[in-house]
C-alpha cells in the first residue's frame, strides 16, 4: 500500500472519527448541559446524519417575574449586553485635535423604534440616533467618562452601558516632542 492510499484512507475514516454520541442534562442550577460523555439522568441525542460540528439552541434564561402578566410583552424590549468597545477603558486617546470615535457594542441588534444616546462626562451629547457610533468633538486633556443609553419611543431609558474612562492626551506646545522628563537633552 503506498503512503498516498493511506492518507486517502485516513482522510476518509477521519470524520467518522468526529461522529461522538451527545448527552443533554439539566444541571442543579436549572441549566442546560451538553457532552460528549454519559451520565445518570442524561438523554442521548439522536443524529441522522454525521456532522463536522453539532449545533443547539439553548433557551434564554427568563427569572419567574419575566414570565408572568405583562412583563413577558416587554421582555422583548430587553438587551442582553450594551457596552462600550471604543475608546478603550482606561486607555489613553491621543488627538491634538480633541476628537474621540466611540463605538457601543449592542445584543440583540438595536430596534427600529428604539435609539441611542451617548453621554460625555454624564451628559447628552449630541441627538438620540441609529447609530452604534459617534465622534466627540472638544474633548481637552485629561480623565473623561463616556456611556450610551437606549432609548424607547417616549425617551425612557431601556439600557445603560457602564461607563468607560479614557484620558486624553495632547502635545504640549511648550514640549512638541513629548518631552515631559524636565530634562535638557
Not at 120 to 144: I, K, Q, W
Request: glycine fraction near 8%; avoid cysteine.
Amino acid at each position: 500500500m503506498t503512503t498516498r492510499n493511506v492518507i486517502v484512507i485516513l482522510g476518509l475514516l477521519l470524520p467518522l472519527a468526529a461522529v461522538a454520541d451527545i448527552y443533554k442534562w439539566v444541571d442543579e442550577d436549572g441549566n442546560v448541559v451538553y457532552s460528549d460523555e454519559p451520565r445518570e439522568g442524561a438523554e442521548r441525542l439522536e443524529r441522522s446524519t454525521p456532522e463536522s460540528s453539532y449545533r443547539f439552541e439553548t433557551p434564554q434564561r427568563r427569572s419567574s417575574a419575566d414570565r408572568s402578566g405583562d412583563d413577558a410583552d416587554e421582555d422583548d424590549s430587553r438587551y442582553e449586553e450594551i457596552r462600550i468597545v471604543q475608546p478603550e477603558d482606561e486607555g489613553t486617546v491621543r488627538d491634538n485635535q480633541g476628537l474621540v470615535d466611540v463605538r457601543l457594542e449592542l445584543s440583540p441588534s438595536l430596534r427600529a423604534e428604539h435609539r441611542v444616546q451617548f453621554l460625555f462626562n454624564g451628559e447628552p451629547r449630541g441627538d438620540p440616533s441609529r447609530s452604534l457610533e459617534t465622534r466627540l468633538t472638544e474633548v481637552h486633556r485629561g480623565e473623561h467618562q463616556v456611556a450610551a443609553r437606549v432609548l424607547g419611543e417616549g425617551g425612557e431609558v431601556i439600557a445603560e452601558s457602564d461607563p468607560v474612562t479614557f484620558y486624553m492626551h495632547q502635545a504640549s506646545r511648550l514640549l512638541p516632542g513629548g518631552q515631559g522628563s524636565g530634562a535638557n537633552p
